[in-house]
């Protein structure tokens, strides 16, 4: 700036000194004593000391604005779900899909058999475990992004935008598959869980309740890779897996599915956007947008 302000005092400087200088050269012509001429192509000035240089410095600045969190949000899930729906189709994915499939096609098959086999009972006592299980689960990471806003806790604050972006995720992932199935849940028209039949987005296939859970818990339990954190999310996971089944809310073909689904795009998400300042579970660069 010290540069700038110096170049710009000498430019206001330069007409009255020129035509000083132009003055007096005439003269001395007149005497017969001849001046060297001045060579103003041969002056040069820096293009960061010339105040039209910053002009349009700030200007370029001025047209490029930072990203804003709702644009980089948008952009970030646009790229997420891109390549979840492409990731079927990747052949280093083909053999746990192969054996995702596999399962969900041998637990289809046998369905209602599995559900006759299932324990009696109060069947609502296993929906409340379930409900507890992911409101204890959703509570506790809720909780600790509070806290990392709080007290500045980058980790805390990066593992809940995880957890956001993986949520949003699923929901676009879920929603369509729900509408396309449209599943019956036990207990509802014929009892034999036909697709097709059941015409809203709460229907029974893929189990949204394991879904939603096992996503959160993979996002955390790789944010945070210590055997206690991976025990309460998976654990949680597993009981809200189990109360829904038992609760008579899913087939086990659905609740397969959904755990297998929210798992997977959970562990999509970390990987393609965890930051390995903070985890050690993650393997990509800082660099990486």
């Not at 804003?68 to 952009?75: F, H, M, Q, T, W």
């Not at 992004?145 to 935008?161: L, Q, V």
């Not at 949003?168 to 097709?196: C, H, K, S």
Request: include cysteine; aromatic fraction near 10%; proline fraction near 6%.
């Amino acid at each position: 700036m010290i540069i700038t302000f110096a170049s710009v005092a000498l430019l206001s400087l330069l007409p009255d000194a020129a035509f000083s200088q132009a003055a007096s050269g005439l003269n001395l012509q007149r005497a017969g004593v001849t001046m060297p001429a001045l060579d103003l192509a041969r002056l040069h000035f820096p293009p960061s000391d010339l105040p039209e240089a910053d002009a349009r410095e700030n200007s370029t600045r001025s047209i490029q604005p930072e990203e804003g969190l709702v644009r980089r949000s948008v952009r970030r899930t646009l790229q997420d779900q891109k390549s979840l729906y492409l990731a079927p189709f990747k052949p280093s994915n083909f053999k746990w899909h192969l054996l995702v499939l596999g399962g969900f096609g041998a637990l289809l098959a046998t369905d209602r058999r599995i559900e006759k086999h299932l324990p009696g009972g109060n069947v609502n006592l296993y929906s409340n475990i379930s409900n507890v299980a992911i409101g204890t689960l959703s509570g506790a990471l809720t909780a600790t992004w509070i806290y990392g806003f709080k007290t500045n806790n980058s980790k805390a604050k990066d593992m809940g935008y995880l957890e956001l972006e993986t949520l949003v995720n699923t929901f676009l992932i879920y929603t369509p598959m729900q509408l396309i199935g449209a599943r019956q849940r036990p207990g509802e028209g014929n009892g034999m869980g036909d697709f097709g039949k059941h015409h809203s987005v709460n229907t029974s296939f893929p189990a949204g309740h394991p879904m939603f859970t096992w996503a959160m818990a993979s996002t955390v339990a790789h944010e945070y890779p210590k055997p206690w954190v991976k025990i309460l999310a998976y654990g949680a996971a597993t009981a809200v897996t189990g109360g829904r089944l038992l609760g008579r809310n899913h087939w086990a073909s659905d609740t397969l599915l959904g755990s297998a689904l929210g798992y997977f795009i959970g562990s999509h998400v970390f990987h393609t956007r965890c930051n390995p300042q903070f985890s050690t579970a993650c393997h990509r660069s800082s660099d990486d947008q």
